[in-house]
């Protein structure tokens, strides 16, 4: 008998675990949320102008012009060829400077690598 193990002291040793790895999870989610904010923020375009300016004039058709779309925190101008209804799209970080230079057209929006309507 005094080998016998205790399956409701494990039950609640792993629902204690289990709890834990799920805090653990949503405060990594808030601290990526935050880090976004707290490294682009409102005035980060104006304290780190973009150095590669680009005249609005210089897009050439179907690109559009985008005055703060590439670069880290979006703060350069871009072309960017607008994407249609079912085309492949991808979505990027902009706080890690990852520069799309084609989006879904609006109103859609990139969804499971797919430009769709999505309802409001």
């Known amino acids: 008998r005094i080998l016998q193990s205790n ?3 494990t039950r609640r040793h792993s629902s204690a675990k289990m709890k834990a790895v799920v805090l653990i999870a949503l ?9 976004g904010d707290l490294v682009c923020g409102t005035n980060y375009c ?13 897009c050439r058709a179907p690109a559009e012009y985008r ?8 703060c350069c101008p871009a072309c960017v060829t607008l994407l249609s209804e079912d085309d ?13 230079s084609a989006v879904c ?7 499971g690598a797919k430009c769709v309507k999505v309802k409001n």
């Open 88 to 100: 492949d799209c991808k979505t990027y970080s902009k706080e890690l400077g990852e520069t799309p």
């Open 27 to 35: 405060f990594a989610c808030v601290v990526a949320v935050a880090y």
């Open 46 to 58: 104006k304290q780190h102008p973009c150095t590669s300016p680009l005249p609005a004039n210089s």
């Open 67 to 74: 005055p703060n779309h590439s670069g880290k925190c979006a």
């Open 7 to 9: 399956s409701s002291g």
């Open 105 to 111: 057209r609006p109103p859609l929006k990139c969804v």
